[in-house]
């Protein structure tokens, strides 16, 4: 732990000074600075095992997750009726479908805006060297505003 830092979980002239700032702006502020000084040596280690569970835990769902989408489920339990699954399964599947279709459609109007500013830049530019080429054709110096 860095034991230079100014701001430290223990009782220094500046962590009093800001408790005591905490509880004149918002009280709220001042409470949560009194427990960073109390508790503050701890967070460390809370922090540390906090992040491990959430590690394991979006370890196991991403291969619950994973599993699933191999077993052809679309992350959804079997209901046991045959013929409800199998309505579920072909819904999924258009709708797949449909998403690929939208998705293929969003591609093409951005390609197509793209192609749009680009010959608009193109045409803004082209009208700026003409202008520039016809003030410097004509004698006259380009003002230039800085």
């Known amino acids: 732990m860095n034991q230079s830092a100014l701001i ?44 491990n569970r959430a590690d394991e835990w979006a370890g196991k769902t991403s291969r619950w997750f994973s599993r699933s989408r191999a077993a052809g489920y679309n992350t959804h339990f079997s209901t046991g009726n ?15 479908e449909e998403r690929r279709k939208l998705d293929e459609m969003r591609d093409e109007f951005d390609s197509y805006s793209r192609e749009l500013r680009r010959a608009k830049d193109q045409e803004e530019f082209d009208r700026f060297m003409r202008e520039r080429r016809n003030s410097n054709a004509s004698g006259q110096n380009p003002v230039v505003d800085v």
């Open 82 to 96: 045959v013929a409800f699954d199998d309505w579920r399964k072909a819904e999924l599947n258009r709708m797949d």
């Open 8 to 51: 430290r979980p223990e009782w220094t002239p500046a962590t009093i000074g800001l408790m005591v700032l905490g509880f004149v702006v918002f009280w709220p502020l001042g409470l949560a600075m009194l427990a960073y000084i109390i508790f503050g040596d701890r967070l460390r280690g809370f922090k540390r095992d906090a992040n």
